[in-house]
């Protein structure tokens, strides 16, 4: 009996420590293509995961070019980095390819819409913060000017999303009505479903754009600060400390400012001077 149980015990210790030198092979496959400083300069060019849908963060103009504040962060970076501002190569990502492609080499820098948060931060290197975002109310409802005056009413959310949360507990009393799209939100908005939809401010930013006849409420819920994702770890140090710089040098000069009210972005929403990636948002 003992020596069939020591036999089922080595067995088990062979599993386990093969299972761990498979995971630090594939840790080391997906973190040798990053690319240091050093050869992203030899290279001669940035490659970074960018937004192609989200107006005015990251989408394609009429003539099919990328362009939105952080595509312009991506052109900024690329000149204080490489010293020529169109030596960028975008990668489209999807919401939920952002931290992978980043993790898989596939992009040296990730400026896509991308949320400054502690588990996030466990799995990559974030920058400070360039935009503060957050939750906020948009309606086709000219007397309705304050978010007081949702009280009672429905509003639209998209399903699954951290929105619902940051909604319910500001603002118990209102109905949430979920949606799969902001499409479908638009649509509940026009048949009198629900009184506002409730997102990102970005998201809605571009939403008051491409459809004017929406305004938004002034008052945020809620703050997440918007940064550069890079790898983790020493030997990006140095990437990390030039894209801060030029974070710092943007605010210093007002040139992130002026960026982001050329964007139709509120100036709050540039972060101070003093802010870092320490500063956790609620």
């Not at 062979?14 to 997906?30: H, K, P």
């Not at 973190?31 to 989408?59: C, H, T």
């Not at 991506?74 to 489209?92: R, T």
């Not at 935009?131 to 639209?156: P, S, V, W, Y």
Request: charged letters at 20%; glycine letters at 6%; proline letters at 4%.
């Amino acid at each position: 009996m003992w020596r069939q149980l020591a036999k089922i015990f080595k067995h088990r210790i062979l599993r386990l420590a093969f299972c761990f030198s498979l995971l630090a092979t594939l840790w080391t496959a997906i973190r040798v293509d990053a690319v240091e400083l050093s050869g992203i300069r030899q290279r001669g060019y940035l490659v970074v995961g960018v937004k192609d849908n989200l107006r005015p963060l990251g989408f394609k103009n009429a003539a099919g070019q990328l362009e939105g504040l952080e595509i312009d962060l991506a052109h900024w970076l690329a000149q204080s980095l490489l010293g020529d501002s169109e030596a960028v190569q975008f990668q489209p990502v999807a919401n939920r390819d952002r931290l992978n492609a980043l993790l898989e080499g596939k992009v040296d820098l990730v400026i896509a819409h991308l949320g400054l948060t502690e588990s996030r931060a466990r799995l990559v290197d974030f920058s400070d913060p360039y935009f503060i975002d957050g939750t906020a109310f948009i309606t086709d409802n000219k007397e309705i000017q304050a978010i007081q005056q949702l009280q009672g009413q429905q509003i639209a959310v998209l399903n699954g999303s951290d929105t619902i949360a940051t909604v319910r507990s500001l603002i118990p009393s209102v109905q949430l009505v979920g949606a799969d799209s902001y499409e479908q939100a638009k649509t509940a908005i026009e048949q009198g479903r629900v009184t506002a939809f409730a997102a990102d401010l970005t998201v809605l930013t571009g939403w008051v754009q491409e459809y004017p006849q929406y305004h938004l409420l002034p008052t945020l819920l809620s703050a997440e600060a918007l940064a550069v994702a890079m790898p983790k770890g020493l030997q990006f140090a140095e990437l990390r400390q030039q894209v801060n710089q030029s974070i710092a040098q943007w605010q210093a000069t007002g040139r992130l400012r002026g960026r982001v009210l050329y964007w139709s972005l509120p100036a709050d929403g540039v972060p101070s001077l003093h802010t870092s990636q320490t500063t956790r948002m609620p």
